[in-house]
């Protein structure tokens, strides 16, 4: 981990997605975007839109946590120790971050016709 | 009140005017800030009109390539490989164990060349430190100021009798090292093993040999396959090591053999393959007792290394010693400049050193060795040392692995303090699976 830079991290962040990078990257500034926009529109995280996007990202949560060991061609008996739990657990909170903050960025900016 | 959401995220009425503009001069002062911390404090490059040539475009050359342009401006600087391929070799033992299709370890060496080195497409025939001279096989004599050795080594299956690469696949024999296709190939006879069962036999040559933990992966690997399919009843594994030892670290070692005890994998010592009868799948092993045969139905054969032709026939190998049968080139194992030929650096699997012929030790070795060369060049003094850092991700099973990281001095020495490097976890099968392949694209790039 001497030489972990920034530049390293992009580095192997872009090599790990390949051609997804760029679509990732501009995905989630428009999500990000959105998500903030909603947010002033909104007044902040709250209404309906809010709790639907909670739910939302409470089951992306779920998912991402279930899927995760079958996405590495292990299974869950593969899971020994705190630290594989505990990487459970920090995917299980970045879907729901994730999932919760793109489902809010559509909804809360979803004016029905 | 909301029942179910009582709190809520509230923003200040004023959002729609102030805070909005308060917003995106945060951003750009977020975007300036990353950039800031995002630039290496590296010096300036260094302006020289220093020749240097680069002997060996793998992981070794193009990393020290990459590096080296980076550093320097003005350079002449030559790289002489022949591949216009590149394999991820770490990936070679996934291929061979069925979990990578072949094309996840090829690259091409052209995507990996940094602009501003020139790339000359042959291989060096001979190397003249004295005259600070190499010559290709096309007849190219390139001198230099400065001569990087990364030509990493050569299989040599011919120093198994009844032996040869076009065997592979073929007869219950596997052997990952030699290619992409012959670790495909590999898979297939350890798959059609799975389904039959009987007698499988691993081990590893007396020699060097780079990732020094693969053969116990294809032991493990093979076990779990095994038990995948259930038939791990019908079939005998025996791990026959080259000398008194499993791994060559105490720690490891010991880990090790409990595991293959909990996993009721036999095994003997100091048992050496010199030769396969492919037809009638009869081993041979040198052991203390003299000559044993041993039948096999499935053999993973890893084959004696050694240092190229070339630089065997000159003098840079280690003139006595351990090193010098196989023509390991002679470095100062911190700095590792060459010891009789102060402009020559070696690095990667050439290195006649204590331990480091990995992946990841190309990853420690290159920054010294560049930070040496640099130095010379500067006249300042050089900060970087090498501690013989290796890693091996023991895979002990698909979805776990062992991230056994270590030094010289046979010191654990993990990156990640919070993964015990003698525990099986999935986190480090995740990241010798998802990551480390990055990892390796990006060291080629000079980026980590």
């Known amino acids: 981990m001497k030489d972990f830079s920034l530049e390293s991290l992009f580095a192997i962040t872009r090599d790990m997605l390949g051609d997804l990078f760029w679509p990732a990257i501009i995905a989630g500034v428009i999500i990000a975007l959105a998500f903030v926009v909603a947010l002033i529109r909104q007044r902040g995280f709250r209404g309906p839109a809010a709790r639907r996007a909670a739910i939302i990202g409470l089951a992306g949560a779920l998912a991402a946590m279930a899927i995760s060991p079958l996405a590495t061609q292990a299974g869950f008996a593969n899971l020994h120790g705190a630290v594989d739990f505990i990487t459970l657990a920090l995917i299980g909170l970045a879907a729901l971050a994730g999932f919760t903050i793109a489902a809010y960025a559509a909804l809360g900016n979803w004016r029905p016709a | ?71 320097l401006n003005g350079a002449e600087i030559v790289m002489i490989e022949p591949r216009m391929e590149h394999n991820y070799q770490p990936g070679f033992t996934l291929v061979g ?30 190397f003249d430190p004295a005259a600070n001279k190499v010559v290709t096989d096309k007849n ?17 299956y011919d120093a198994i009798e009844g032996m040869s690469r076009d065997l592979i696949g073929k ?83 010991a880990r090790v053999r409990d595991l293959f005890a909990r996993q009721e994998i036999k095994t003997n010592f100091s ?50 010693g351990a090193w010098a049968a196989d023509g390991w080139i002679e470095v100062d194992r911190a700095t590792l400049r060459h010891v ?71 010191n654990l020495t993990p990156s990640f303090p919070f993964i015990d490097p003698l525990q099986e976890h999935w986190l480090a099968w995740v990241i010798k699976e998802k990551a480390l392949k990055a990892n390796y694209t990006a060291m080629l790039q000079g980026l980590a």
């Open chain 2, 340 to 410: 009789r030929f102060a402009n020559v650096f070696g690095v990667g699997d050439i290195n006649g050193v204590p331990k480091g012929k990995t992946a990841a030790s190309v990853k420690w070795q290159a920054p010294v060795a560049v930070d040496h060369l640099v130095a010379t060049i500067t006249g300042k003094p050089a900060t970087e040392t090498y501690n013989g850092y290796t890693s091996c991700p023991l895979i002990t099973r698909i979805g776990q692995a062992m991230l056994v990281e270590f030094d010289y001095n046979d």
């Open chain 2, 140 to 156: 190219t004599a390139l001198s230099y100021d400065f001569l990087v050795v990364a030509t990493g080594l050569v299989l040599d």
């Open chain 2, 271 to 320: 048992h050496v393959l010199k030769r396969v009868d492919p037809a009638r799948r009869i081993a041979t092993y040198a052991t203390p007792k003299g000559l044993v045969e041993m039948k096999w139905d499935f053999i993973n054969i890893i084959p004696p290394m050694r240092a190229p032709s070339a630089i065997r026939k000159s003098p840079l190998p280690w003139q006595s």
């Open chain 2, 171 to 253: 007869s219950g024999i596997a052997s990952v090292y030699a290619g992409p296709e012959q670790a495909e190939a590999s898979w297939k006879a350890l798959a059609q093993f799975c389904e039959t069962g009987g007698t499988g036999l691993f081990g590893r040559p007396e020699t060097e040999m780079k990732c020094a933990g693969a053969p116990l992966k294809q032991t493990f690997l093979a076990d779990d396959h095994l038990r995948r399919k259930g038939i791990r009843g019908k079939a005998e594994l025996i791990y026959n090591a080259h000398n008194p030892a499993l791994f060559s670290v105490p720690k490891v070692d």
């Open chain 2, 1 to 71: 009140m909301n029942p179910i959401f009582p709190m809520t995220l509230r923003f200040p009425m004023t959002l729609r005017g102030l805070d909005r503009r308060t917003f995106l001069r945060g951003s750009s002062a977020l975007a300036i800030a990353a950039a800031a911390a995002s630039h290496n404090a590296a010096a300036a490059p260094v302006d020289t009109r220093a020749r240097i040539v680069i002997a060996g475009g793998g992981a070794a050359g193009l990393t020290v390539a990459s590096r080296l342009a980076r550093r």
């Open chain 2, 97 to 126: 164990a069925g979990v990578k299709p072949a094309s996840y370890v090829k690259l091409a060496t052209a995507d990996f060349v940094p602009s501003g080195v020139r790339w000359v497409r042959e291989s060096v025939a001979e």
